[in-house]
Nanobody
Framework: VQLQASGGGLVQAGGSLRLSCAAS????????MGWYRQAPGKERELVAA???????NYADSVKDRFTISRDNAKNTVDLQMTSLKPEDTAVYYC??????????????????WGQGTLVTVSS
């Protein structure tokens, strides 16, 4: 299963950006899709995640500013980021966990990451 992320870039504080991620391959079901970020010198942290059933979890630091949306049929997840702050500057990674068809009679689990996309918020 491969993840292809897009979006990101440079924006001024208070601006908006949208990140998109698509999962492809022999997918049986993607249970959780979400976004993480890693700022320089810091550990990777959860930004937002969405389950197949529609449950959503946000980091406290992005609540009311970021919105995650997911299309189960297309295996895609978007992150709409508004009111961006300089502290949101980081490399953002798409993550997907679920099940894939390993061969004709085997289903196995996966936990994969996208390539990362840089978001820079200037003050």
């Amino acid at each position: 299963v491969q993840l292809q992320a897009s979006g990101g870039g440079l924006v001024q504080a208070g601006g908006s950006l949208r990140l998109s991620c698509a999962a492809s391959g022999s997918i049986f079901r993607v249970n959780v899709m979400g976004w993480y970020r890693q700022a320089p010198g810091k550990e990777r942290e959860l930004v937002a995640a969405s389950t197949y059933g529609g449950s959503i979890n946000y980091a406290d630091s992005v609540k009311d500013r970021f919105t995650i949306s997911r299309d189960n049929a297309k295996n895609t997840v978007d992150l709409q980021m508004t009111s961006l702050k300089p502290e949101d500057t980081a490399v953002y990674y798409c993550n997907a966990r679920g099940l894939y068809v390993r061969d004709y009679d085997h289903i196995d689990g996966f936990d994969n990451w996208g390539q990362g996309t840089l978001v820079t918020v200037s003050s």
